[in-house]
T-cell receptor, first 112, second 117 residues
Framework: DQQVKQNSPSLSVQEGRISILNCDYT??????FLWYKKYPAEGPTFLIS?????DKNEDGRFTVFLNKSAKHLSLHIVPSQPGDSAVYFC???????????FGTGTSLTVIP | GAVVSQHPSRVICKSGTSVKIECRSL??????MFWYRQFPKQSLMLMAT?????????EQGVEKDKFLINHASLTLSTLTVTSAHPEDSSFYIC?????????????FGPGTRLTVL
């Protein structure tokens, strides 16, 4: 049973515009969420995280929004750059737990 | 810092042979390491949690006799795929949880592409 879902397998945006990647989860016990970026044949690299006590966390061009009531989080990238083209995974866990539950990923293509 | 390395990055082997993959945390200690598997266009699936000095904890459906995990030290965990078959071909990724971290922070290795002929 997929506890974390990314319903858009791919997304294309123009350079300079905003990229919005979405993620939904089913387990209301999750209290820590992360976004990872992954290039082909490489391991995921950490991008940004948010705990459930917040509804927004910002780091440079990247902002993660959390809507606990909707069990939904999103990653905003603005402005998008061609180097942002990669697969983005969201992950959820318990703050002090071990296991990550990953979504299936969204492949972002930023068109120059 | 918080670098995790994996070796080898790519391995091709014949069916029936065993393959060992190493995962090292280079600049931090990791009591707990994790092994994931990723099939094409699918999510990363946790296979097992590797604990230094004790037996690994396997996820449901993962054969512990086929995927042997040894967490020999605070910086090294190994995954051995025994008697590999073509269906074991996949991308294997390890991650390490940094000790003394109050958050579930995991740092991922670059992955190992296993192809079984």
């Amino acid at each position: 049973d997929q506890q974390v879902k990314q319903n858009s397998p791919s997304l294309s945006v123009q350079e300079g515009r905003i990229s919005i990647l979405n993620c939904d989860y089913t387990n209301s016990m999750f209290d820590y969420f992360l976004w990872y970026k992954k290039y082909p044949a490489e391991g995921p690299t950490f991008l940004i995280s948010i705990s459930s006590i917040k509804d927004k966390n910002e780091d440079g061009r990247f902002t993660v929004f959390l809507n606990k009531s909707a069990k939904h989080l999103s990653l905003h990238i603005v402005p998008s750059q061609p180097g942002d083209s990669a697969v983005y995974f969201c992950a959820a866990s318990l703050l002090t737990g071990n296991q990550f539950y990953f979504g299936t990923g969204t492949s972002l293509t930023v068109i120059p | 810092g918080a670098v995790v390395s994996q070796h080898p990055s790519r391995v091709i082997c014949k069916s029936g042979t065993s393959v060992k993959i190493e995962c090292r945390s280079l600049d931090f200690q990791a009591t707990t390491m994790f092994w994931y598997r990723q099939f094409p266009k699918q999510s990363l699936m946790l296979m097992a949690t590797s604990n230094e000095g004790s037996k690994a904890t396997y996820e449901q459906g993962v054969e512990k006799d086929k995927f042997l995990i040894n967490h020999a030290s605070l910086t090294l965990s190994t995954l051995t795929v025994t008697s590999a078959h073509p269906e074991d071909s996949s991308f294997y990724i390890c991650s390490a949880r940094r000790d003394r971290s109050s958050y579930n922070e995991q740092f991922f290795g670059p992955g190992t592409r296993l192809t079984v002929l």
